[in-house]
């Protein structure tokens, strides 16, 4: 066991601390996270690198659809209104699945908050996400926090320009790359990226990387923790759906308190000693300037940089690890219950601790039953409907649509023979990337006959129409009844069918007659 | 100005206002709110000098971009009419009947004679082409000088008893009323609205046979069934022009009405009314 003594000691100010921040108006104070290492620290490298992944490769991923339709994966051709995502193709009027999607995020961010708490601000966030990218680079060439902290109070020199130039060129090469990247998903890739490199491309592409470049340099290098703090409105609305059982990363001062720089010392005193060796490497990971010891707060991402930081020093000095912790609220009062004797004394770490310096059996450790409660049940379900439903939707939907338009100017035409015709839009959307040819044809309104303008002349009940490949067919219709069978029922269906399979469609219509016919 | 004052509590500095023991702090502005209104200074400036804005005497800078609205309008309209000119030329170079046969052309044609029918013809025809009585219905199958794309053609083109041109269609109905007896008016007229079953006094359609055979089936044919060559209409069908029944066949008889189509050919242009007659053609009655 190595003393507490020989545990490295930093000297570092949670500057976004409630309790020494500065007010508004005054410039902000920079934060120098250090480098951290640990379990986490590693799931974060792990979900960095396939959320980068997922970003900077999905628009190069190829999908064939056939020689009707773009071979880009994933791909939202505004230009033509149609959203490609690998098998599944979406026309404008079935945007509702992504609303959906929208339904089940929110859901699954209210499941994922009520267990784990704020784990999309710490893992997967953009703002997280190239914050942790932007601090590598920082720290491949101006060194580890106190190197950093040197440079930046330095006066400028040589070495601290160039440091500087390469830092925030990487920065920009990493902003141009991420707006770049964006523009990718609305427009065929390949061909797009050699457009843009010759100064082809439309101008909006070029507009569009310029803001993104623009945001990514400006949230990610320079403003960092205060996008979090001031700018997003989600810490607000996410304290909400936090409850007893949510996890969270919690500084356990029932077992930590009453922190002590010199442990051997205050225990040959005979003075009560925590666990904490108030040694600050919590706060000098910290990527947003907090102390965590100071408890829950708003400002905190619960990346859990600090629980690896801590546990690292937990492992020098002999100590169980999780002296910062994923806790529940629940937990945490139970064990804080023990250490201060039911709130009647201050912490006593000897409270939680047994004979043999173990922590003792009545303390409450986290498990996985309490994530199993009503209310996460009820999100799981809800979002599971939405899923099933949307899925069921899906599988179930049409590649064949039929609409109709009436002609209510004139609504009726009376033609020389005394029979009347009506006039009808209609609209054969097929939608699938392949030309297909349909049969267009009515039902009910007994004699009546259709004629289609520029296709065919000639009366009949039934005509073949070909559409081309994902496109809308629109067609005038015009349906004339014999003037004997007039007012023999109003009501009638266009129907139309592929040819080559069974899709069918039906389209309810109405046959407008004078009134005397009637 | 004399000594400073700060707020103790703050540390700021203080306009050395007071109401009521409250004290102004005299915080500057947040440096990104001070850069921002400089830029846009400087922005505005530039703005007054690349483009046209400050007032002359007689006139006003130009601004060095050379940038007009005028001008940008005329190119605009310029790269409007340049993407149309492979349309265009495919309109002025097909008769009306190539047009009709090509698909796309035809789509093309009949969206543009839409847009020029809502302009010139719906005074008169109305703006689902339904006309009113004296101004034919255009959705119908029933055509006084004919329902072929040709012939629709021609009748936009010349128009009909038009006196600025000389090849408009011309023929005129005389006034029976100086012609024949009133007891023969009142028979003839039995014998037509017979031929659409709508004879208030069916008894005398015989007689008018004989009227109708002598005056009126030069031009309307023994049948009845007109001449489009001479814009006599088929009276044996469901579809009258001013009026249907006895009474108005009377009145038609003794003195016709006669309406007017001007010429549009020379108004509108070739293509204009090509593609007016697509459109027309395209309403359900051509032939």
């Known amino acids: ?518 | 100005m004399g000594e400073k004052h700060i707020d103790e509590l703050s540390g700021v500095e203080t306009t050395g206002h007071e109401w009521d023991g409250i004290t102004e702090l005299n915080n500057p502005m947040p440096r990104w709110w001070l850069w921002t209104f400089y830029a846009t200074v400087v922005w505005a400036l530039a703005y007054t000098i690349a483009y046209p804005a400050w007032p002359m005497i007689s006139s006003a800078t130009t601004g060095v971009l050379g940038y007009s609205s005028r001008a940008d309008v005329k190119n605009e309209l310029a790269a409007a009419e340049a993407a149309k000119s492979d349309y265009i030329e495919a309109v002025k170079s097909n008769s009306v009947g190539d047009i009709l046969a090509d698909d796309k052309l035809r789509q093309l044609a009949t969206a543009a004679g839409s847009a020029a029918f809502k302009v010139n013809c719906i005074q008169c025809h109305a703006s689902g082409a339904q006309g009113s009585p004296g101004f034919p219905n255009l959705n119908d199958d029933e055509w006084l000088w004919g329902g072929s794309i040709d012939q629709i053609y021609k009748s936009i083109a010349h128009g009909v008893r038009f006196d600025g041109d000389e090849n408009t269609h011309a023929s005129e109905m005389p006034a029976f009323a100086d012609i024949i007896e009133p007891k023969q008016v009142n028979e003839v007229a039995a014998y037509v609205a017979s031929l659409s079953g709508t004879a208030d006094t069916p008894e005398l359609a015989a007689a008018g046979a004989k009227v109708f055979a002598d005056n009126c089936a030069a031009c309307h044919g023994d049948n009845a069934k007109g001449n489009k060559e001479l814009g006599a209409p088929d009276l044996t069908d469901a579809i009258a022009l001013y009026a249907s029944g006895q009474a108005a066949i009377v009145s038609q008889v003794r003195h016709p009405k006669h309406g007017v189509m001007p010429a549009w050919g020379a108004r509108l242009g070739d293509v204009n009314v090509k593609e007016l007659a697509i459109f027309v053609h395209s309403l359900g009655g051509g032939e």
């Open chain 1, 1 to 518: 066991m190595l003393d507490d003594r020989e545990v490295e000691r930093l000297e570092v100010e949670a500057v976004n601390s409630a309790r020494i921040r500065q007010p508004l108006y005054t410039a902000r104070q920079k934060v120098f996270p250090k480098r951290a290492s640990g379990q986490f620290r590693q799931f974060k490298w792990v979900i960095m690198l396939i959320t980068l992944g997922i970003y900077y490769l999905t628009p190069w991923l190829r999908w064939d659809r056939g020689p009707y339709a773009p071979d880009q994966a994933v791909l939202l051709d505004i230009a033509n209104r149609r959203f490609y995502f690998f098998a599944i193709e979406i026309w404008p009027q079935e945007f509702f699945y992504v609303a959906g999607l929208l339904v089940m995020a929110g859901i699954g961010l209210f499941l994922v908050t009520s267990t784990v708490g704020r784990a999309w601000c710490g893992y997967t966030c953009p703002q997280t996400v190239w914050v942790d990218l932007f601090l590598v680079v920082e720290r491949g060439i101006e060194g580890d926090r106190n190197a950093r902290i040197k440079l930046d109070s330095a006066p400028w020199s040589l070495t601290k320009l160039w440091k500087r130039i390469a830092k925030h060129a990487i920065w920009l090469v990493i902003a141009v790359a991420t707006g770049g990247a964006w523009i990718f998903y609305f427009a065929d890739a390949p061909r797009l990226l050699g457009a843009f490199v010759t100064g082809q491309a439309e101008p909006v592409a070029y507009i569009t990387v310029a803001i993104l470049t623009a945001t990514t340099y400006v949230f990610g290098g320079l403003m960092r923790e205060q996008v979090c703090t001031y700018m997003c409105p989600w810490p607000r609305i996410q304290a909400a759906m936090l409850d007893e059982n949510s996890l969270t990363v919690t500084y356990n001062d029932w077992r930590g308190e009453p922190r002590s720089r010199h442990a051997k010392k205050a225990l040959a005193e005979g003075l009560s000693v925590g666990d904490c060796v108030d040694c600050n490497a919590c706060v000098a990971v910290c990527p947003m300037g907090i102390d965590i010891r100071d408890g829950q707060q708003l400002e905190c991402i619960t990346c859990a940089l600090c629980i690896d930081a801590c546990d690292g020093v937990m492992d020098k000095i002999g100590k169980e690890r999780g002296l910062i912790s994923y806790a529940t609220l629940a937990d945490y009062q139970s064990n804080m219950a023990i250490a201060t004797d039911r709130g009647t004394a201050t912490i006593d770490p000897a409270r939680v601790r047994d004979a043999q310096g173990k922590l003792d059996k009545g303390i409450s450790h986290f498990h996985i039953r309490r994530l199993l409660r009503p209310r996460t049940f009820v999100y799981a379900g809800a979002w599971s409907l939405v899923g099933l439903g949307l899925l069921a939707a899906l599988l179930s939907r049409d590649r064949l649509d039929i609409n109709v338009l009436q002609d209510r100017n004139p609504q009726y035409v009376v033609l020389s023979d005394g029979s009347i015709r009506n006039g009808y839009t209609v609209k054969l959307l097929n939608m699938v990337p392949e030309p297909r040819s349909f049969e267009l044809s009515i039902e009910g309104l007994p004699g009546a006959v259709m004629s289609v303008v520029g296709i065919d002349q000639r009366e009949t009940r039934s005509i073949t129409i070909d559409a081309e490949p994902d496109k809308l067919k629109t067609v005038r219709v015009y349906v004339r009844q014999p003037r004997e069978q007039l007012g023999q029922g109003q009501g009638f269906s266009f129907v139309v069918v592929d040819r080559a399979g069974a899709e069918r469609d039906v389209y309810a219509a109405k046959f407008n007659v004078p009134e005397i016919a009637r």
